[in-house]
């Protein structure tokens, strides 16, 4: 009996993915990479709730850091003033460091993360792409602000609440760089509004 029922979950398994692939074929809309390493940590860990939250926080800063990285290589080429190029280089550096860590630790845990930018992330680059000169420098120095101000609320929060303890330690750990790039882009952004 637990034969023909493993049997009849092969089949019916194989038949969902020759409906989904068929289906996927159709489709020239590429998925989000963010929602693909969102669907595959919810269903490896769909009944562990703890494991979820931890992953989607993951996701997040996986998200952040290739936004940020792209974000910053813009701002070394198209910044006018020599600061925002100088702190888009600052972001390639910190955040390729922070995202060689979150990947590691995602690895460790057996978490997906997105290996792209998101949808999200491309908006954001191509708002900021489609400015420049000084209006580049100043909607750079305003993204950075918001940016960064959402992404500390989140790492406080994982810090706190997080249910594994290495995440709730690196969230921990990466509270002051992430600051220190706040603080960082209020003045840049201080100066810039004297211009």
């Known amino acids: 009996m637990k034969k023909i029922l493993l049997a ?8 969902l993915i020759i409906i989904f692939l068929n ?13 693909v390493a969102e669907d595959a940590n919810e269903a490896k860990f769909d009944s562990i709730d703890s494991k979820e939250d931890d992953s989607e926080f993951l996701v997040d800063q996986a998200e952040v850091n290739l936004a940020e ?17 100088k702190f888009g280089k600052m972001l390639v550096d910190d955040h390729t460091k922070a995202a060689s860590e979150v990947s590691a630790l995602a690895q ?7 290996t792209s930018l998101t949808e999200d992330g491309q908006e954001e680059y191509k708002k900021l792409n489609e400015k420049s000169g000084a209006d580049f420098d100043k909607k750079f120095a305003d993204m950075m602000i918001d940016g960064h101000e959402k992404a500390i609320n989140k790492l406080e929060k994982a ?13 921990s750990n990466n509270i002051a ?4 790039h706040l603080e960082h882009a209020k003045m840049l952004k201080q100066n810039l509004d004297k211009k």
């Open 8 to 15: 009849g979950k092969l089949i019916l398994g194989a038949g």
């Open 23 to 35: 289906s996927c074929k159709n489709e020239t809309k590429q998925e989000d990479p963010k929602e």
């Open 69 to 85: 990285i792209e974000i910053g290589k813009l701002a070394q080429t198209k910044g006018t003033n020599p600061e925002v190029k």
């Open 108 to 114: 460790a845990k057996n978490f997906t993360l997105p």
């Open 159 to 171: 810090s706190k609440d997080a249910k594994d303890a290495d995440v709730r330690t690196w969230a």
């Open 177 to 180: 760089g992430l600051t220190a």
